[in-house]
């Protein structure tokens, strides 16, 4: 039988997850909540950042979660998609900024030469 490579979610691994570390899940489920709080961000500007967020993480259960929920926090399809791009930008940037220890550690071999 097939594995699928990410289990549904279920009441019975809430329950292990509970069971395993209760002291570490209360604490993450209360920096949750204080997060997604109102604050000096809107609930559907917090949504879109998890959006953004969860695509660079790569998290398909934080994908699907925070899309819905910057659905139900007003968001549209457009906007949600936009902050997808703003996503894949900067994980490209990322990879380009970081470019600089590449070309730093090949000049210390090199000496500079090409």
Do not use: N
Request: glycine share 8%; charged share 20%.
């Amino acid at each position: 039988m097939d594995s699928p490579m990410y289990p549904h979610p279920s009441p019975e691994l809430a329950k292990r997850r509970a069971e395993l570390a209760p002291e570490a899940l209360s604490a993450f489920k209360a920096f949750s909540k204080a997060v997604f709080a109102p604050g000096a961000l809107d609930a559907k500007t917090k949504q879109l950042i998890a959006v953004a967020v969860a695509h660079v993480t790569q998290c398909p259960y934080c994908i699907k979660g925070h899309t819905e929920g910057a659905a139900r926090a007003g968001a549209s399809d457009k906007e949600i998609m936009e902050a997808i791009w703003v996503a894949a930008e900067m994980r490209a940037g990322g990879a380009y900024a970081h470019s600089a220890l590449a070309l730093q550690t090949l000049q210390g071999l090199h000496g500079g030469e090409d």
